[in-house]
Nanobody
């Protein structure tokens, strides 16, 4: 019922910035709680950032705190991940996801819908 499409990935030098976008197929998606995850080669998928169920708070993995910011534009049915001060270890496939309840924001199996992902590569 819901499709998520990520964009904005690509190549960037260490210390640079990048903004990822996640477009949702429906006109509005305010009923969904959105999050971002990433998976690097040879590693398990890990939590990056998310909104609380009601959108009043944001949560970040310790590895990206102070560098990444999650935001949204309900009029455009889009969620963003602003990434600053990028490091080579940030290289991964980044996926946006949506959950329909107040389940754990940092636990991937609690999300109901997933995008296909967009590659982010940070060169040293």
């Amino acid at each position: 019922q819901v499709q998520l499409v990520e964009s904005g990935g690509g190549l960037v030098q260490a210390g640079g910035s990048l903004r990822l976008s996640c477009a949702v197929s429906q006109r509005t998606f305010s009923s969904y709680a959105m999050g971002w995850f990433r998976q690097a080669p040879g590693k398990e998928r890990e939590f990056v950032a998310a909104f609380s169920w009601r959108g009043g708070s944001t949560f970040y993995a310790d590895s990206v705190k102070g560098r990444f910011t999650i935001s949204r534009d309900n009029a455009k049915n889009t969620v963003y991940l602003h990434m600053n001060s990028l490091k080579p270890e940030d290289t991964a496939v980044y996926s946006c996801a949506a959950r329909l309840s107040g389940r754990s924001y940092n636990y991937a199996p609690h999300y109901d819908y997933w995008g296909q992902g967009t590659q982010v590569t940070v060169s040293s």
